[in-house]
């Protein structure tokens, strides 16, 4: 059993910062690639940043340059800084692990809401 356990996300102001984390517990072994998803209303899914177990990252267009993406193996979690939010960032945040193994896991969403 594999749990992901989300927090840090809330209600900011536009221009505000949040850091989300991602801690997960469970049956893991050898964690490869994390990342943060996230899903507005009305909208399907989209990537916000990934990370690889050699510190690669890859962010979306519409963060770079706002958002960082880091991980601490030693405690399994995955976090999102993100900075100068706009109320487009409002969305539930969703992070997603990937084993080497080719096993998935989703964390269960925590909210960002950015008030303009």
């Known amino acids: 059993q594999v749990q992901l356990v989300e927090s840090g996300g809330g209600l900011v102001q536009a221009g505000g910062s949040l850091r989300l984390s991602c801690a997960a517990s469970g049956s893991i072994f050898r964690i490869d690639a994390m990342g943060w998803y996230r899903q507005a209303p009305g909208k399907q899914r989209e990537l916000v940043a990934t990370?690889?177990?050699?510190?690669?990252?890859n962010y979306a267009d519409s963060v770079k340059g706002r958002f960082t993406i880091s991980r601490d193996n030693a405690k399994n979690t995955v976090y999102l800084q993100m900075n100068s939010l706009k109320p487009e960032d409002t969305a539930v945040y969703y992070c997603k692990i990937a084993t080497l193994s080719g096993n998935e896991y989703w964390g269960q969403g925590t909210q960002v809401t950015v008030s303009s």
């Open positions: 990370i690889t177990s050699g510190g690669s990252t």
